[in-house]
């Protein structure tokens, strides 16, 4: 059985589906994505915050707190952002906005990762200088940082922009 080439151009490409089914769906996902990092962010979090109960944080230098205590409030802050998309849901559920919702909660989503990135970079500073010392600590933090920042961010940014043009409404 043979399908002419004019029959598959002819198809509509994409979801056919009405803007509230497609933020519908994008809610789905996104809150698919937002569990992960959710987990990892909180897990982060509950570890650093037990660090300060324990013998050894009595010794770090004001150089390494410094570090600790920025690493903690960049931990509390991608929390923030990233549970945000749930409360920002549930305070306008029922008012028509679910398509404005998922933009918002995308965003809030997104800076959440952008502060995760600094977050998991500011506790492998800290516990590389404690490991390693000073001089292979940077070196190797940077190192990681240009790596998470190329999976989270600049290989979907490269494959976005690589993508054709879609339509708005597909």
């Not at 497609?22 to 915050?49: M, N, P």
């Not at 008012?95 to 506790?123: D, F, I, N, Y």
């Amino acid at each position: 059985m043979s399908v002419s080439l004019e029959s598959e151009e002819s198809r509509p490409r994409g979801r056919n589906e009405t803007e509230e089914e497609r933020a519908d769906r994008r809610w789905v996902e996104l809150l698919q994505e937002v569990r992960v990092a959710q987990t990892g962010v909180q897990i982060l979090l509950a570890f650093l915050l037990s660090i300060v109960f324990t013998r050894r944080f009595a010794e770090l230098g004001d150089v390494d707190r410094a570090i600790f205590v920025v690493t903690v409030v960049l931990g509390a802050a991608s929390t923030g952002a990233l549970i945000g998309p749930v409360s920002f849901h549930r305070f306008v559920t029922g008012r028509q906005l679910k398509p404005q919702t998922v933009e918002w909660a995308s965003r809030l989503t997104v800076t959440g990762l952008l502060l995760l990135l600094c977050t998991v970079t500011s506790a492998l500073l800290l516990i590389l200088r404690v490991v390693l010392g000073h001089a292979g600590a940077y070196w190797i933090t940077g190192a990681l940082f240009a790596w998470f920042a190329s999976c989270w961010f600049l290989l979907p940014a490269w494959a976005r922009r690589k993508a054709p043009e879609r339509p708005r409404g597909r």
